[in-house]
């Protein structure tokens, strides 16, 4: 180390501890430092009592210097200590952890949580709250409440009746609701909020019935070349494929009146091939998927700040508001027979058919003809998270930030409480670390989130309410929602965290398979050599703020199937759960482990373990997705060269940074603990560079910054590499068959704008990896 910059080093460390001149200090430095702090005494400062005696200060003085000495040379130790030393250490912290996840503990919690209804807003839902609260508070964490005032709904009234076209049959009102099942005695709960979808409007509709299969885009396509006309109509469309609000959305932009979505057996009840519950875990007839069909994130009141007492609040007419137009309901497979039942008109294609007993799906339109009344109460109420805090060590003000959404439709055991309970299990073992001595470097934040049924409400007022604080500070969010729904290991990541996520899939037991790390199964399941990891640009959880609008990197963790049978019915409670999702709690085990472990790896390591190499890697692909598109579309001569360009420097960029990681990570100097704090701001900041203020472009979703990853224009749920150059060539591939040159041209031309546009701020992620100003 040259002379100069180890006593700079040294002795700025001893300047932030207000330490007595230290070992690495010349006299004539330490004389230098000495007068920097001959600082005239504080206005409140008083003279010691005359009966003080001079001797008895200087042993006092003798006291203060020898203690502050020596915790200067307990803080270098443990800042010079070998990596070596430093790893082993951090092993055993984890294989502590990972031996005191139990599952019972997880049981009860899901237990308490589960034992009533806890719609968002509601007394049920603010007494998980403080249960939340009172258990982090037990585990030693400092923790808080954090209240917003959002815009929720409520069903006042809800009917729906069917008229069978012009014959003498008397009208038939169908019941919308979700009969008990015997044995579970959660089922028959008089608090189990009606069926309905949160924002629809109120309304009194009437219409003939169309049925638009999974209500795509692509399925209201095919109704008008097939000749369907569905203007006045009342859509009949069924769930899984898409976000149902953009079921709704589409079904509104065809000229439908309303619409109705259903629960087809083929797609929750295994066809009816076999048994249902009780007796099975398939969705019975009377199951009903509740939902929101918002097509916004967050408030609909407040879009883009937080909703706290006295904020702005626009209309819910604005359109910013992001609020469907047209009444909707939610239905069982049950009501929906005698609807598909009533329609003539073509035979639906074969790929429609769903499994009711009927002898064909017809599309209509009518005979069969429906009344739709709805109303609600939409209003202004109270929201709460909790957050509790793990208070780093040495980089306090760097958050690993863990999250799981509180708030059901109903009893909610899979969806969201099942990762309620390990968020909760995870805060009391790493709780009990720290009581026996383990520090994290990096504090870790645990966020229990309210109304995210609503749209990820309490996650993104919060995420815009601290969004320059994460800009800086956040090192990443893990998030776990529907921990639990039975087996098979599933993940969603930003890039940079696929390593380490694969590293510690390695370290946990299969739940299912004892013989079998989670990732071999994990492999296994996918037929390959490596595992699939989802992209998280599409909505459906709380991640969606932090990687979306704040860029902060993101994780989702699950167990089964996101769109279980039991998906926002009141059947998702825990006597399913107990028989059918995980009886053993073992799941839950596992993915509280791995939870934990993500989040100790993050907060302790040395060097973030972010590797953006494999970021870069991914984006080569996608680039030459887009090249192959515009060759294939004989795209006006649009070229994708500016955005291979920037991948280029990008990786040649995530290269150099992970050998510099390599070179400061064998170091134990101190100018070392100062190489790897700035190798570590350049990797937390790089996400933060895939965003533009101005949002995704063309897809009525601006709130979107990210523009690496985003929604499908046509669905929330998927997920798009380069939405917005995705979606520019869609609307050009549309222009071409329908306008002249000229505006052809302009259609190719907003295309290369999009490419720059993401070229541009791929350069700003690589420059920020390298760390060092143009």
Known sequence: ??????????????????????????????????????????????????????????????????????????????????????????????????????????????????????????PEDFATADYVFQRFQEYGLAVHYTDYDVLLSYPLHRSLILTAGPTQEPPLELSLKE?????????????????????????????????????????????????????????????????????????????????????????YAANYTQEVYPHSQWLPPSGIQRGTVSQGVGDPLTPGWPSTPKAERISTSDPEAMLPTIPSLPISAEDAKPILASLGGPVSPAEWHGALDLPQYRLGRGPGVLNLSFSANQTVT???????????????????????????????????????????????????????????????????????????????????????????????????????????????????????????????????????????????????????????GGGGSDFVAFLQHAGVPALDLQFGD??????????????????????????????????????MRLSSDALLPLDFVTYAKELESYAMGVQMELAGCNALGVSANPLVSAISNLKSAALQIKQQSKQAEGSSSVLSLLRRRSINDRLLQVERAFLDDRGLSGTGRSW????????????????????????????????????????????????????WRVARVVERAALVLQGSLT
């Not at 700025?12 to 007595?20: E, G, I, K, P, T």
């Not at 082993?88 to 139990?102: D, E, I, R, T």
């Not at 070349?225 to 069924?238: E, N, P, Q, T, Y």
């Not at 998927?718 to 302009?746: E, Q, V, Y």
């Open 562 to 599: 996101d769109d279980y049978p039991m998906y926002h019915t009141a059947y998702d409670n825990f006597h399913w759960m107990e028989k059918f999702g995980d009886p053993l709690f073992h799941r839950h085990v596992a993915v509280t482990t791995l939870l934990g472990l993500m989040a």
């Open 382 to 536: 109270r929201i709460r998270n909790v957050i509790a805090v793990i208070k780093g060590s040495e980089e306090p003000d760097r958050y690993v930030i863990l999250g799981n959404h509180r708030d059901a439709w109903v009893f909610g055991a899979v969806d969201p409480n099942s990762g309620t309970a390990s968020l909760l299990e995870v805060g009391q073992q790493l709780g009990e670390l720290v009581q026996k001595g383990w520090k994290p470097r990096r504090s870790i934040v645990l966020c229990s989130w309210d109304a995210e049924e609503y749209g990820m409400v309490g996650s993104t007022e919060w995420v815009e309410q601290n969004i320059d604080i994460l800009g800086t500070s956040a090192v990443a969010y893990l998030n776990v929602d529907c921990g639990v729904s039975g087996p098979g290991f599933s993940a969603g990541a930003s890039p940079q965290l696929d390593n380490l996520l694969q590293e510690v899939t390695k370290q946990v037991k299969d739940p299912d398979s004892v013989d079998h790390s989670v990732f071999e199964q994990w492999v296994a399941s996918h037929k390959g050599s490596t595992p699939l990891i989802h992209r998280l």
């Open 179 to 267: 009969e008990p099942v015997e044995g579970d005695l959660y089922s028959q709960n008089p608090k189990v909020i009606p069926t309905f979808h949160a924002y629809a409007p109120s309304g009194n509709v009437s219409g003939e019935v169309v049925y638009a299969n999974y209500g795509r885009l692509e399925d209201f396509q095919k109704l008008a070349a097939m000749g369907i006309d569905v203007k006045g109509a009342i859509v009949i469309a069924r769930y899984h494929a898409i976000y149902r609000g953009d079921i709704v959305e589409n079904a509104g932009n065809a000229g439908a009146g309303a619409a109705i979505i259903y629960s087809d057996p083929q797609d």
């Open 704 to 755: 979107y910054k990210h523009l690496v990853y985003g929604p499908v224009s046509s669905n929330a749920y998927g997920t798009s590499s380069f939405p917005g150059i995705k979606n520019s060539i869609t609307l050009a591939l549309s222009a071409s068959s329908k306008h002249d040159d000229a505006a052809k041209m302009r259609q190719w031309a907003a295309v290369q704008h999009e490419i």
């Open 1 to 122: 180390m040259p002379e100069g910059e180890g006593w700079l080093a040294a002795a700025h460390y001893c300047q932030l501890l207000r330490a007595v001149p230290c070992v690495f200090c010349s006299k004539d430095r330490r004389e230098q430092l000495d007068d920097a702090r001959d600082l005239p005494p504080l206005l409140n400062d008083t003279p010691a009592p005359p009966s003080l005696s001079k001797k008895r200060m200087n042993w006092r003085l003798l006291l203060l210097m020898a203690a502050i000495f020596l915790a200067v040379l307990v803080s270098l130790f443990n800042i010079l200590m070998p990596a070596r030393a430093r790893a082993n250490g951090a092993n055993q912290w984890q294989k502590a952890f990972m031996g005191a996840v139990n599952n019972a503990s997880i049981r009860n919690h899901l237990f308490q949580l589960t034992k009533e209804p806890h719609v968002a807003g509601t």
